[in-house]
């Protein structure tokens, strides 16, 4: 998405001359004469960077003053300022009131430009890492090697660019705010903010003030102008995070917002018009929702341009591995502990695992483990290692008070058992896949589909399900 620049300064030609440099490189302006008209254009629509002259005539403010006004609402929108008359004293107390740099009039149209792109570059990092320091441990990459996850990411390329609202849906912790992060970092608005919005944890009464913002009071020193999510995402992406719980009310709201991309913020009468995408999350069934009354069926539509279902983890048992080890590695990183290696029995016991929390209880098991389990550093996780409520549901297999029955059985009948208690286990570890399944044990499809029939093991030859492009 291009960044969009607003020009103030009182001289209509220098207005001209900079905006035909900055069009020529793709950048989108807008011009203001004086502090009224800069101020008025900046909260209408939030730039992307003000290029500021510091003397303006027949205007209230100068620029330091306009600079003061603009930084007091939004300091991290970046102004360069400009002048014909500038002095080192200027320049200085330019910058340290916050302008990022100072260019002295007549200027080269390389310094401005290079000053522009720079600034801007500094701007995109002072978001990231702020995003950073909030949001710690973001991820932005699905990560898994099922069928069902291999659609979605599939999906989810495909989408990304072309800036089509998208509706995710799926159980908690299935990983559908990653799945938001991959879109916004694969897009083109991916140097823009990525603003969230958890619809469930807000009281009912303050989602508006949330998402418009509040107009400043009589006294903006005691009451200050506060933009909300849609304002602040303005040139990047806006996550309604399980948007089902929004009130009724607000919904209609956020209807006439996204039509117009523009709303009012409370309190105020100027209008704000945004450029944003926005991508929403539920765990609900949204039909039912509508059908119950709960949920505006014209919101449904604008959000749910493009759906997508993420799956429970249960149905995608082939992606633990990779996932634990994923988490594994992360957790050490976080706590600054040496990462544990994961047995393969282990590994196989979480396969068999319900997962009722999905990735997000996988990935806390992982930083329990770490934390927890006993044992040395350099010792691998093993299955008695697991939470009780993990380690039950592990396959008799591996469970170690089974070595006692076999012992009391003759070879033939050992034999039997165990391939029994393996096979089921293998076959829980990759869906029922049956052809996974061969591939793994290193045996013919044919061949295990008649040693599963001869020790009375009733498997679905069946593949996960595919990752899902409905909505609801």
Not at 6 to 20: F, H, S
Not at 68 to 86: D, T
Not at 237 to 244: G, P, Q, S
Not at 417 to 443: D, H, K, P
Request: hydrophobic share 45%; charged share 25%.
């Amino acid at each position: 998405m291009a960044h969009e620049i607003l020009i103030v300064d009182d001289e209509p030609d220098i207005r001209a001359l900079i905006e035909g440099i900055l069009s020529d490189e793709g950048y989108e302006t807008r011009q203001a004469a004086n502090s009224d008209q800069a101020i008025a254009a900046f909260r209408a629509r939030r730039p992307s960077l003000v290029i500021l002259d510091i003397w303006l005539q027949n205007s209230r403010l100068d620029g330091l003053g306009i600079l003061a006004a603009l930084h007091g609402e939004e300091p991290r929108v970046p102004c360069v300022m400009i002048s014909g008359h500038g002095t080192i004293e200027t320049a200085v107390q330019a910058i340290q009131n916050g302008a990022y740099d100072f260019i002295e009039k007549p200027f080269k149209s390389d310094r401005l430009l290079l000053v522009v792109s720079r600034a801007l570059e500094a701007a995109r990092l002072q978001r990231e890492n702020s995003e950073l320091r909030l949001r710690a441990g973001g991820e932005t990459e699905l990560v898994g090697i099922s069928a069902p996850l291999t659609q979605l990411r599939g999906a989810l390329e495909r989408v990304a660019p072309t800036g089509s609202r998208v509706l995710i849906t799926g159980p908690a912790g299935a990983g559908k705010e990653v799945a938001a992060r991959m879109l916004h970092a694969r897009s083109r608005r991916s140097d823009g903010p990525f603003v969230a919005l958890n619809c469930a944890t807000l009281a009912p009464a303050r989602f508006e003030e949330e998402l418009f913002g509040v107009e400043a009071g009589a006294d903006p020193s005691a009451q200050p102008r506060r933009a909300g999510v849609l304002e602040r995402a303005h040139g990047g992406t806006l996550l309604l995070d399980e948007v089902a719980d929004m009130p009724l009310e607000t919904q209609g709201k956020i209807v006439r917002a996204l039509q117009e991309q523009g709303f009012v913020r409370m309190g105020g009468a100027q209008r704000v018009t945004v450029d944003v995408r926005v991508i929403a999350t539920t765990n609900r069934d949204l039909q039912a929702e509508i059908a119950a009354g709960r949920f505006r069926e014209d919101l449904y539509y604008r959000l749910a341009v493009v759906p997508l279902k993420i799956p429970p983890l249960r149905e995608r048992r082939e992606d633990i591995p990779a996932l634990a080890r994923h988490f594994m590695a992360r957790s050490g990183e976080t706590s600054g502990m040496a990462p544990r290696e994961l047995s393969e029995d282990a590994l196989a016991a979480m396969q068999a695992y319900e997962w009722p929390g999905n990735v997000r209880e996988l990935r806390n098991l992982i930083d329990w483990l770490l934390i927890m389990a006993p044992g040395e550093a350099r010792d691998p996780i093993r299955p008695d290692m697991l939470p009780p409520q993990v380690g039950a549901a592990a396959p008799a297999v591996l469970k170690l008070d089974r070595s006692s029955e076999i012992m009391t059985l003759p070879l033939r009948e050992a034999r039997e058992l165990f391939e029994r208690q393996y096979l089921e286990a293998q076959l829980l570890r990759f869906g029922g896949n049956i052809s996974r399944t061969a591939s793994f044990v290193g045996m013919e499809r044919s061949a295990l589909h008649r040693k599963l029939k001869f020790l009375g093991v009733h498997a679905e030859d069946r593949a996960p399900p595919a990752a899902q492009a409905a909505g609801g």
